[in-house]
């Protein structure tokens, strides 16, 4: 059978995140040592969403004949509530994604130096005067674009061969309205990883923000997987859900 064992589906899971938060969350911290104490620009943020929307680019091409490239929480969940992925399976997926948000977070800090540690290490966070149901909002919006955008190009009736480039696009075009407010995490593993790397290496985290994100983030993304098979599913698709395992059935 032509099918990658559990072990490299969860390897590729792993350095699929730890390359996304390197990259994309790392892309925070170099802004602002380059910058070397300049406010923050609209470039920037531009330049912020690129590194995030390439990279992703990069990563389903690279690793999505092997796991799925989930490389999100929030994805995983959408799949497995809408089985398309088996649920015995998502604590493990989880696990390899925080795992690698945490080694990409430390492959930030062994790039950049303590110096990414004072500039927050990209850890995403809402400040004081966000109400929470504003920064959950956010973050729900965002994580929503993002998952219904995979379900999208994922679909059996999709064009083929554009997943990669649709999905880099969406995780650009949605951090840029999100990301003045929370950040735009809109990933749980992507939030979890350097907050964990911050605190370890003696950088302040608001740890009573991790909560907003989380649940927002999963929230999302179980109603985008539900939206989507409402809106595009047919009689076909319906038929398959019923009759066949989760393994099985394809988006």
């Not at 380059?34 to 620009?41: C, I, L, N, S, V």
């Not at 004949?65 to 959408?78: D, Q």
């Not at 696009?169 to 593993?189: E, K, L, R």
């Not at 990883?193 to 983030?217: D, H």
């Amino acid at each position: 059978m032509d099918e990658n064992r559990l072990w490299q589906k969860l390897a590729a899971e792993f350095l699929g995140t730890a390359f996304l938060v390197f990259v994309g969350v790392g892309s925070v911290p170099a802004l602002a040592i380059a910058r070397d104490g300049e406010p923050f620009t609209g470039a920037e943020l531009g330049i912020i969403s690129l590194a995030f929307g390439t990279i992703v680019v990069v990563t389903v091409y690279v690793f999505g004949y092997i796991s799925g490239n989930h490389i999100n929480p929030a994805v995983t969940l959408g799949l497995a509530v809408t089985r398309k992925f088996p649920w015995k399976l998502v604590p493990a997926y989880v696990v390899a994604q925080v795992l690698g948000a945490i080694a990409g977070s430390f492959a930030i800090v062994g790039v950049l130096g303590q110096a990414a540690v004072d500039a927050g290490l990209g850890v995403a966070a809402y400040s004081a005067e966000t109400p929470i149901p504003q920064a959950f909002f956010a973050e729900f919006m965002g994580t929503f674009l993002l998952v219904f955008g995979v379900f999208g190009v994922i679909y059996r009736r999709a064009s083929l061969g554009w997943a990669g480039l649709v999905i880099g696009f969406v995780v650009f075009a949605a951090i840029i309205p999100v990301a003045p407010t929370t950040g735009a995490s809109i990933n749980p593993a992507r939030t979890t990883g350097p907050m964990i790397v911050q605190a370890l290496m003696g950088g302040e985290v608001a740890w009573e923000q991790w909560w907003v994100y989380v649940v927002a983030e999963l929230l999302a993304g179980a109603l985008a997987a539900l939206a989507f098979g409402l809106i595009a599913h047919t009689p076909v698709d319906r038929r398959a859900t019923e009759n066949d395992t989760p393994e099985e059935v394809v988006a």
